[in-house]
């Protein structure tokens, strides 16, 4: 199993002035350490529920682009891309920059977009939760057009598009891989089945895990796919420190997951410390499942 690391907070870096060393020196540690991937939140407030959305945010794919200069392997995405805040053609765009810019080490997460509060801060439309996934669906379309050959329109409900022209294209053939985050059992995981390369679910108890899995290869039946061409991925809560935490992640291998994301929660005041100590201590484990 691969671990990888999630960054969803910057309070520890000391201020704007730290920030940017800050998550440089967390970036290049990460590297140097084995963690494959790193990855940063789609929010523009910090979400109220974690800490105070007053706390410092940085816009993901200007941050994923400063990281991509500062590191050579680590791969780069935002867990998950709200699909309300960018036209599905610039985030297409946007992120066949930072494909093209890190020699190929983009990938798109996405999802349905959830937190109310910074659409409305920010004047940001947030429209019913069905339009939401509709919108979803259209975005993965548009995508993985402007990453083929055709450059011709796309017509959909929402997203009208005269040319899906983007050059230069992507350095990964035929696109980024692309993860649909969430675990809606009827709309979420039937975008996987039909659009995805990886799942990405929240963390808990192996058996729901084990349940929303076996939906998802449903949907693969349903449209024709094998489920082996799914990567199953988690994000994990809790403290990757304590005992059970293995056993968990062990049971979660033997449902077929192959990546868990970790990060340092609020109590952290050292997360460059914190990621040393989890690749010495953790890593080596997760690796033998």
């Known amino acids: 199993m691969n671990l990888d690391l999630h960054v969803s907070r910057f309070d520890w870096a000391g201020g704007p002035a730290g920030i940017g060393p800050g998550i440089a020196d967390l970036a290049r540690r990460a590297e140097a350490m084995g963690v494959r991937s790193m ?10 529920w974690f800490a105070p959305a007053e706390d ?8 994923l682009g ?3 200069g500062c590191t050579s392997t680590l791969r780069l995405r935002l867990l998950v891309t709200g699909v309300t805040y960018r036209h599905p053609g610039l985030l297409a765009k946007v992120v066949t920059t930072l494909d093209v810019l890190s020699e190929g080490r983009a990938l798109l997460g996405i999802g349905a977009a959830w937190y109310e509060r910074e659409h409305l801060g920010l004047g940001v439309p947030f429209p019913p939760t069905v339009e939401r996934f509709e919108r979803l669906e259209e975005a993965l379309l548009i995508c993985k057009q402007m990453w083929s050959d055709d450059d011709g329109p796309f017509e959909g409900r929402h997203y009208h598009l005269a040319e899906t022209l983007c050059r230069p294209r992507p350095v990964q053939q035929p696109g980024p891989p692309v993860m649909i985050g969430g675990s809606g059992e009827r ?3 039937r975008l996987v089945a039909e659009h995805a390369d990886a799942c ?11 349940h929303k899995l076996e939906v998802l290869d449903r949907h693969c039946d349903d ?8 990567t199953r991925t988690v994000i994990a809560g809790g403290d990757p420190f304590a005992d059970d935490f293995v056993r968990t992640m062990a049971a979660y291998a033997r449902l077929g997951v192959s990546q868990v994301w970790v990060g340092p929660g609020p109590e952290v005041g050292d997360p460059a410390g914190w990621v040393r100590d989890l690749t010495e201590k953790v890593l080596p484990r997760l690796r033998d499942l």
Do not use: C, W
Not at 56 to 63: D, K, R
């Open 66 to 68: 400063f990281i991509a």
């Open 223 to 230: 449209v024709g796919r094998d489920p082996a061409e799914v």
């Open 39 to 48: 990855s940063f939140m789609d929010h523009f407030f910090q979400m109220d």
């Open 187 to 189: 709309k979420t995981l």
């Open 56 to 63: 410092p945010m940085l816009e993901g794919y200007t941050a």
């Open 200 to 210: 990405n679910l929240f963390g808990a108890d192996p058996g729901t895990v084990a």
